[in-house]
């Protein structure tokens, strides 16, 4: 294997956790959209289902866990809820990881779903719990029909890059 | 040294195996331990919270910077197609101002005059920090800002942030370059305020919404649509009249506060800090005794 193979190999076996990492930091950028922070879709249970689902080897548990941290530092929420979410995903999406070799769309959806209302069904409790409050899910449900939604558009995107990875790790 | 080592390599070695077996338990236990040091070292970890955005907030600065000149760009053009709708309107601003500065300046010598005239101590002095706004980082449960301003700016938890039309927060939590700000909407802000007319005093919480509401206002007080709702330094927490919102009944037909500040676009923000004020150390003379 010549050097430029190896660089590549390299490159692609860091690229789920880089491409994550960047798109939950794009994600917090003040756009100037209102209510943004709602109306954005939870782009790291998105990327964490994806590439659990595809590619668990380049993106394990262990790289998905702090990336949910990192989402509790920058929101600040109570530290390790997020990174209990995405584990929660992660577990589930490489239990779905089948239907996206089938290349099923509509069961990986429908999975990502289910996943979605869980983590939220686990991010509520986890709030109301630390604000010791009962908090109005109306916000979450947006947000979470907003990720679901954004689901087919995210695949699609996501597809170059596996595409590349298939190639090269 | 090399048995200490050895030891260690000989009690990892379990602990690794454990890990690569049952990975999904031992993270779960690793967040479960992490919440449940945040409930019970709550200032040990906020520390370590800040630290941790302080290595965040350059990446977001870096990310964000295409973001503003895409903002900026969008903004100028926008001032350039209305530039002469906006000139005619600013002329006619500035024939109202002027007239305000003649009134501003009457009410300024009859203020030192009767100021000199009660022997009242200066105004408290305020220290004004301008902060880029670097992460619009809440959540559906969280109203809240990351600021590209620290300890090292002078940022201190607990001053209040201003955007050109009123208060939009609270500093929660300062680190070394990086701030997070509690916007005033937020289920756990919570700020004093004194309506400007009827000189009511309340608390003014947020509720996640976009129109906070006001708690502990007297019994019977009467509230009047349009009213003015500014900051009250009562209890020595937040700057006195600094502009909060109006009054203007919500969807419910309850009356709650419409920020005057709009807290969903704030690229930057004026943290603002007053100094306390001073107990006076000599007792207070009675009225008309001479010095």
Redesign the interface.
Known sequence: MNATAVLARRLASGLPLTLTL?LV??S???????????LCPSVALLSVHYWAAKRPDLL???AA?PL???ND?????????G??QL?LV??LAVRQARFFAREQFLAGWLGLVGSATLAGLV??L??AL??Q?L??PR??L??MAMTAAFYPVFVRLLAGPQRWLARHA | MRSGGGRIARLALPARAVAQRF??FL??L??????F???TQPEA?EA??AR??DL?VP??DV??RP?DAT?RLALETRRVLYVYDENARLREENARLLQWQDIARRLEQDNAAYRALLNLRREPQSTFITAR??????????????LSAGRRDGVRRGFVALSGDGVVGRVV?VGERSA?LLLLND??SRIPVVLESSRHRAVLAG???GWPRLLFLPQGARLVPGERVVTSSQGGAVPDGLMIGVLAPAAEGELRVQPSADL????VVTVVHVEAPQVPSEPLRPFGASR
Do not use: C, K
């Open positions: 960047l930091f794009a917090v950028l003040p756009l100037g959209v209102p209510r943004f922070s709602v394990p548990v262990g866990f949910g941290l990192v530092l920058l929101a600040g929420t109570p530290l390790g809820l990174g209990l584990i992660h577990w991010g509520w986890g709030n630390h604000q409050a908090l109005d916000a979450l947006l947000q | 990975p999904y993270l779960v690793v967040a479960l331990v992490l919440l040091l945040g409930r970890m370590l919270h941790v955005v965040m990446a977001l990310l964000g973001v903002r706004v670097a992460g619009d980082v809440g959540s559906p449960f969280v109203r809240t800002l990351l939590g997070r289920l756990n509720d996640n919404s969903e676009r704030l690229d």
